[in-house]
């Protein structure tokens, strides 16, 4: 009799043994679930988004970087040089405030000699200064001015090395100004601005006449502005 009760107790025991080894075999395999890739994924819209899928979220939104317009066009810069500050001029009484933002001053109904104008923004030290906003108009191949909207006007910005670039035409003359030019206002970013004209070789003025480079059907000019920072 006691040994047919020992008997019963091993049984008992190896019972108890096997079903420990199958719980512990169910707690383990769970968590090797959640070690897998699709366990990460956020379960309903108010989960957060694990790191590891929110940076490649925003890799795969980066814009593409635009074109470089100075490589685009070959135009290489040389190093800033300075002399003294840009001369003020008169704003004349044919400027508009408040002209759209761009580069480019050609549209249709444009015409005559295309002129690319490029240079630098420079403080008194001769630094590059970046997001100096300035203002451009003028007249078109006639000597006539668009003063009921924004025809050949136009500002922009300069890019983190102090560049800037204007696509226009050559302004024509007009009857009470025997001398073709260019007005600008420039503005560097937490410094004084200044009013302008820029004036070419054919009737230069001093300190503020463009360097003009021929390239076929049309100009390069070079002109850097020196401003009070």
């Not at 508009?96 to 240079?119: A, C, F, Q, W, Y």
């Not at 006539?144 to 890019?159: K, S």
């Amino acid at each position: 009799m006691r040994k047919k009760y020992l008997i019963i107790l091993i049984l008992i025991i190896m019972i108890a043994c096997t079903n420990t080894n199958d719980m512990t075999a169910t707690q383990i395999h769970p968590l090797a679930v959640t070690d897998t890739p699709s366990a990460s994924l956020p379960t309903s819209e108010t989960d957060p988004v694990p790191p590891a899928l929110t940076k490649s979220i925003e890799l795969s939104t980066v814009p593409a970087p635009k074109d470089d317009f100075f490589t685009e066009m070959g135009i290489a810069l040389s190093a800033p040089t300075c002399s003294a500050l840009t001369q003020a001029q008169t704003e004349g009484p044919y400027y508009i405030p408040n002209s759209p933002e761009k580069h480019s001053l050609l549209e249709e109904g444009v015409t005559g000699t295309r002129l690319i104008l490029v240079g630098y923004v420079l403080d008194q030290n001769c630094l590059p200064q970046s997001n100096t906003w300035l203002d451009f108009w003028q007249a078109d191949a006639n000597g006539e001015y668009d003063n009921a909207g924004y025809r050949l006007r136009g500002h922009q910005f300069t890019d983190a090395q102090g560049r800037y670039y204007l696509e226009t035409i050559l302004p024509g003359l007009y009857s009470s100004r025997p001398i073709e030019h260019i007005h600008v206002k420039v503005r560097p970013e937490g410094g004084a601005g200044v009013t302008s004209q820029l004036y070419f070789p054919q009737r230069p003025m001093e300190g503020l006449t463009v360097t003009i480079e021929e390239r076929g059907d049309y100009l390069v000019g070079y002109f850097n502005f020196v401003v009070q920072k």
